[in-house]
C-alpha cells in the first residue's frame, strides 16, 4: 500500500516455488497471501518464486553437521528430488526484472539446471571434501539435531513430492544461466 501511495509503478518480490494460500505450511501460505495481494493491488508486479535455496540449505543440512563432526540426518530416505537454486541467480532475476516488460505482471519460477536428492548432495559435498559423510535417516516429525527446531517440519515437507522447475525457456528469456549444484 505504501509502495502504491508514493507512485511506485513495479513491485518486485521473492516469494518461493509451492507458495499459495492454502498451503499447510504456514511460510508458503504467508507468500501466497502476498502474492495475491500485490496481484490485487493494482500495482505492476513480478513474483520470483524460487525453489530450495542451495547456500542456506546445503550450508544447514549438511555443512552444519560437518562443522559439528556429526553425520548428517536426513528425513525419510533423502531420495526425493529437490529443485535447488542459488541466491545469486535470484538476485540475477530480480535485477532483469526491473526493466523487462516480460517480467511484469508475471510469476517466475527459478531453479538450477536440474534436481538433486539429497543423497546427491551429500555425495556431491564427499566427493568435494575427499570425506565420506555418515548419513542418519529419521521419520518425519523426529527433530533433526543441529538445525533450528522449524527447519525439521519444512525438511520433511521437501521429502513429501518431488520437485523440478524447467528452466530451458526462462533462462534463456532473462539471459541468466542457471547455477548447478
Request: hydrophobic share 40%; glycine share 8%; net charge negative.
Amino acid at each position: 500500500n505504501a509502495a502504491k501511495s508514493t507512485g511506485v509503478r513495479h513491485v518486485i518480490y521473492t516469494s518461493a516455488a509451492g507458495s499459495d494460500v492454502n498451503h499447510p505450511h504456514p511460510l508458503f501460505k504467508a507468500k501466497g497471501i502476498c502474492e495475491d495481494y500485490l496481484k490485487e493491488s493494482g500495482l505492476g508486479y513480478t513474483n520470483l518464486k524460487p525453489g530450495v535455496f542451495m547456500e542456506i540449505w546445503i550450508g544447514s543440512i549438511v555443512g552444519i553437521p560437518l562443522e559439528a563432526n556429526e553425520p548428517v540426518t536426513l528425513v525419510e530416505s533423502g531420495s526425493r528430488l529437490q529443485a535447488f537454486v542459488s541466491m545469486a541467480d535470484v538476485v540475477a532475476y530480480a535485477v532483469n526484472s526491473v526493466d523487462d516488460p516480460r517480467a511484469l505482471n508475471q510469476d517466475i519460477l527459478i531453479a538450477g539446471p536440474q534436481s538433486y536428492s539429497w543423497n546427491d548432495v551429500v555425495k556431491s559435498v564427499s566427493r568435494v571434501i575427499k570425506k565420506q559423510i555418515p548419513v542418519n535417516y529419521i521419520s518425519p516429525g523426529e527433530p533433526v539435531p543441529l538445525v533450528p527446531e522449524a527447519v525439521g517440519p519444512l525438511l520433511a515437507a521437501l521429502e513429501m513430492v518431488d520437485s523440478y522447475i524447467a528452466m530451458n525457456e526462462t533462462s534463456k528469456t532473462f539471459g541468466i544461466e542457471p547455477t548447478s549444484l
